[in-house]
């Protein structure tokens, strides 16, 4: 069960995006819409995806027109088929033509998300934990990672707060890998440690400190196999870099616990959805 995001993670982003699509209105309708004319639309998945953001597609017709009328057929989570309807709304034309393309801006790209997630998911076939980066739209982190657990996936870090990640820069600025990962020992208090590795002998390095997870970037799969023998269990491994859907079945193999990709969040296709609209 998805846990639901709370309306305040994405109502004001509801309210900038409509600000700046509507403008001071929508003059399309006003000189071609009867005024006081109702309608009935469909959401409709114009290929099969993986719903996320419904909640949020239904906040962006409430706060055009609180009097319109958001049915959801297929909630957050659900992979729907071609030409499934995922929700109808019920409402004046007008109200229903102004809040259609910011809605369906929000599904698109949040179902783009979670179907790419579900991809990488089904190909893991449960032998690795695929995980998201801080590779995120500006502004739509919150959404973007909910929608990554939409699909499927797991969580990485939220904010640079969450946990301590020690990076290519951070071992130049620290004098290298294993006194960085020290010092993170010494200062993590109670944060999560987890220290990114180049090759096999910064892993042996890394190893002697007794950080909990070790992050392989870029390595070839025999040099991941390599790894997790040296390891042997006295630490988790995830594997970043240059990870594609096809190589998924073959890292779920190597014995790490972890794959972490940027791709996710940072070049997931939008998902094809239309609004069809008729009088009632």
């Given at each position: 069960?998805?846990?639901?995001?709370?309306?305040?993670?994405?109502?004001?982003?509801?309210?900038?995006?409509?600000?700046?699509?509507?403008?001071?209105?929508?003059?399309?309708?006003?000189?071609?819409?009867?005024?006081?004319?109702?309608?009935?639309?469909?959401?409709?998945?114009?290929?099969?995806?993986?719903?996320?953001?419904?909640?949020?597609?239904?906040?962006?017709?409430?706060?055009?027109?609180?009097?319109?009328?958001?049915?959801?057929?297929?909630?957050?989570?659900?992979?729907?088929?071609?030409?499934?309807?995922?929700?109808?709304?019920?409402?004046?034309?007008?109200?229903?033509?102004?809040?259609?393309?910011?809605?369906?801006?929000?599904?698109?790209?949040?179902?783009?998300?979670?179907?790419?997630?579900?991809?990488?998911?089904?190909?893991?076939?449960?032998?690795?934990?695929?995980?998201?980066?801080?590779?995120?739209?500006p502004g739509f982190r919150v959404l973007e990672k909910y929608a990554v657990r939409c699909g499927g996936g797991t969580n990485h870090r939220h904010r640079l707060d969450?946990?301590?990640?020690?990076?290519?820069?951070?071992?130049?600025?620290?004098?290298?890998?294993?006194?960085?990962?020290?010092?993170?020992?010494?200062?993590?208090?109670?944060?999560?440690?987890?220290?990114?590795?180049?090759?096999?002998?910064?892993?042996?390095?890394?190893?002697?400190?007794?950080?909990?997870?070790?992050?392989?970037?870029?390595?070839?799969?025999?040099?991941?196999?390599?790894?997790?023998?040296?390891?042997?269990?006295?630490?988790?491994?995830?594997?970043?870099?240059?990870?594609?859907?096809?190589?998924?079945?073959?890292?779920?193999?190597?014995?790490?616990?972890?794959?972490?990709?940027?791709?996710?969040?940072?070049?997931?296709?939008a998902a094809d959805l239309s609004f069809e609209l008729e009088p009632e």
């Amino acid at each position: 069960m998805i846990e639901a995001l709370p309306p305040e993670a994405y109502r004001d982003l509801v309210v900038t995006a409509l600000a700046e699509d509507r403008g001071n209105g929508d003059a399309t309708s006003a000189a071609t819409i009867p005024h006081g004319i109702r309608a009935r639309g469909v959401i409709v998945a114009k290929s099969p995806l993986v719903v996320a953001g419904i909640d949020v597609a239904a906040e962006t017709f409430r706060q055009v027109d609180s009097a319109c009328v958001f049915e959801i057929r297929w909630g957050d989570g659900s992979r729907v088929e071609a030409g499934e309807i995922v929700a109808t709304v019920r409402g004046l034309a007008a109200s229903l033509l102004a809040a259609e393309r910011t809605a369906l801006n929000f599904l698109q790209r949040l179902c783009g998300v979670a179907t790419l997630t579900s991809q990488f998911v089904d190909a893991a076939r449960g032998r690795i934990t695929i995980l998201d980066t801080r590779k995120t739209t500006p502004g739509f982190r919150v959404l973007e990672k909910y929608a990554v657990r939409c699909g499927g996936g797991t969580n990485h870090r939220h904010r640079l707060d969450d946990g301590i990640l020690i990076k290519d820069n951070h071992k130049r600025l620290a004098g290298g890998v294993g006194k960085a990962a020290a010092s993170a020992l010494r200062e993590a208090r109670g944060l999560p440690v987890v220290v990114e590795v180049e090759n096999l002998d910064e892993l042996d390095e890394v190893l002697q400190t007794g950080v909990p997870r070790i992050l392989l970037d870029n390595f070839t799969t025999y040099d991941i196999r390599e790894a997790v023998r040296r390891v042997n269990g006295r630490a988790e491994l995830e594997i970043s870099g240059g990870v594609t859907l096809d190589r998924i079945p073959e890292l779920a193999t190597t014995g790490a616990q972890y794959v972490s990709i940027g791709a996710l969040t940072h070049s997931a296709p939008a998902a094809d959805l239309s609004f069809e609209l008729e009088p009632e």
